[in-house]
């Protein structure tokens, strides 16, 4: 990302104009970069925030930790160019010889009959192990551990379509405040945090992927689903473990990284001076060019490739 200087372009002694001045933005190099639940095709996917910082490191490995791509609650008449131009800057990356690895999550299940696909520097798994100067870490979704997606699958579909709408309100309530100068507001995470009985599914879930984790021999289990960023170490029977959770792209838009210098970390897009920056306005490369110019007829043959129905 480069920003130009403001102003007229400056002028040397003999009077001729220069060019104007270019800051462009060194990427941060990570090891590896996880993300999970961006829910692209919902109106709660912050997909321009996501590019952004997509955009802003240079990783060796990126993992898109499940619900990537929210096909429970897909319509085709709801795929903005910014959903498009995200899929796309991920294949670019692929391209570019960064090992991408999707697993899956309950979002996209449909996509878990694929398991084992490879295409380049993209592979698609339901749970990855990296090894790692700090420790092993067995990375995967963790909706395995819902109760509610065990038992109640239509139970929780509905629950995702009452979210999606409590999102939308969100948003549309963050606009009238932001209006009137006044801070934003996260509708879900209060009620979350005000439900006693969320609480504790929350804790319950973290301390099961911390003991299946130990149980597989496993010093770090990173997670997603229950969009909650988190890295703390859990007590189990048979050790410690370090439980990593890399939170969402809807609600906290964060995400995990990771470097052989200061181990794992979580980054909040929020909290970031960078990306809080006032975004300058960018020449659309070919790709970008392309997802903006027809991102239904790109959508319709993505969702032919992988035979699923809009």
Known sequence: ???TTAGLPETDKMGTSALPKVRVRRKRRVQVAVISDVHLGTYGCHATELLRYLKSIRP???????DIVDIWQFSKNYW???HMRVVRYLA????KGVKIHYLTGNHDELLRKF?????????????????????????FHGDVFDVTMRHSRW????????????????????????KMGRPR????????????????????????????????????????????????????????VMYLNSGDWVENLT??????????????????????????????????ALADANPAALLKGLLAEFKIKG
């Not at 006032?278 to 070919?286: F, G, I, K, S």
Request: glycine share 8%; charged share 20%; aromatic share 8%.
């Open 1 to 3: 990302m480069s920003t």
């Open 115 to 139: 398991a084992g696909l490879k295409l380049g520097n993209f592979r698609l798994d339901n749970k990855l192990v990296l090894d790692l100067p700090h420790g092993r870490a067995w990375l």
């Open 155 to 178: 139970l929780a579909k509905l629950g995702g379509h009452g979210y999606d709408l409590l999102i939308l309100l969100n948003r549309l309530v963050n606009y009238g405040l932001l």
């Open 80 to 82: 903005p160019p910014a």
């Open 185 to 240: 507001v996260a509708l879900s995470k209060r009620v979350k945090e005000r439900v006693k009985s969320a609480v504790a599914a929350v804790s319950n879930y973290e301390e099961t992927a911390a003991a299946i984790a130990a149980d597989k021999g496993y010093p770090y289990v990173a997670c997603g689903h229950i969009h909650q960023p988190e890295i703390k170490p859990l007590a189990t029977e048979k050790g410690e």
């Open 92 to 95: 670019g990356l692929a391209a």
């Open 60 to 66: 060796q490995v990126l993992v898109l930790n499940g």
């Open 255 to 288: 995400a995990l990284e990771y470097t052989a210098e200061g181990g794992w970390q979580l980054y909040y897009y929020n909290d970031d001076p960078a990306m809080q920056q006032t975004a300058q306005p960018e020449a659309a490369d070919a790709t970008e």
